[in-house]
């Protein structure tokens, strides 16, 4: 079977998938666990199975994006996979011109490293929004949690080989095609990743919904990993709205694998209808 893509105007998109991430519904917020058993078809375990997903973009000039960097090898057994997966594509990581991030997290910004701490991108320029950027580069607030100082800590190590070309975006600039358009909440500069072609947009979501079988329908459902959930519902609403009214295609890097849809209004919330 061919692998999935999807052409846009001059633009090439391909999904490659970094493993499946293991998480549970006691981790979803501001819904009934009953109301969000049943979205997410699971049992009284809870046990959810999300994708990892990042995305390959060639077409502007010799440019070859990778939107998001994956897990690494230390967070789960199942995640880690992508420098493997991107090798059976037959794209060499060192042959990445840019890795775009979406956010810090560590399912979107370990996999920056190996587990010697080089670059896995050793040759890609590091493209950040800036809130984000400044957020995690700057010193551990005093009264800082300790969980949110390991992941500052961890962040430090992801940035370093990548820190003499780092690109920092403000909201509302472009690279590449690409259009950063900063969405707060669930990091304070998580940003979507707008690509406007000839006659179609693409949206790299990142994670406006992180769990998207309880939060498509129930948009108002949030994560335990949202820093600030109020926020992050609000970008959630906006970007569920304009990419329904624009119909926008979007990447969606925890959406059904390989990732690639629409999302249609259905009732309070949205259904996702995929493209590839
Ligand atoms: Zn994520």
């Known amino acids: 079977m061919p692998h999935p893509s999807i052409q846009l105007g001059e633009y090439l998109i391909r999904p490659v998938s970094d493993g499946d991430l293991t998480t549970n519904v006691e981790f979803v917020l501001g819904i009934d666990r009953p109301v969000a058993q049943g979205l997410a078809g699971t049992d009284d375990s809870g046990k959810i199975i999300i994708p990892v997903t990042s995305f390959l973009i060639s077409g502007a000039g010799d440019s070859l994006v990778l939107v998001d960097a994956g897990s690494g090898t230390q967070m789960q057994p199942t995640l880690g996979r992508l420098p493997a997966n991107l090798r059976a594509l037959g794209v060499d990581p060192a042959t990445i011109t840019h890795v775009v991030l979406t956010h810090i997290h560590p399912d979107h910004a370990n996999g920056l490293i190996d587990d010697d701490g080089a670059a896995n991108f050793p040759n890609a320029a590091l493209v950040v929004a800036a ?28 940035l370093a080989p990548y820190l003499d070309r780092l690109h920092i975006v403000k909201n509302g600039e472009s690279l590449l095609g690409l259009t950063a358009m900063v969405t707060p909440g669930h990091t304070p500069g998580h940003t979507c990743w707008r690509l406007d072609a000839a006659n179609q947009s693409l949206l790299a979501w990142g994670d406006i919904v992180h769990i998207a079988a309880i939060q498509i329908p129930r948009p108002d459902a949030g994560v335990f990993y949202d820093m600030d959930l109020d926020a992050a519902r609000a970008s959630r609403a906006r970007i569920l709205d ?12 925890h959406v059904t694998a390989p990732g690639v849809g629409h999302v249609v209004r259905h009732g309070e919330g949205y259904v996702y209808e995929p493209q590839i």
């Open 242 to 253: 304009m990419a329904a009214r624009d119909r926008l295609l979007i990447a969606g890097a």
């Open 131 to 158: 809130e984000e950027a400044n957020f995690w580069m700057a010193p551990a607030a005093a009264a800082e949690s300790p969980a949110l100082a390991r992941q500052r800590a961890r962040n430090a190590l992801n």
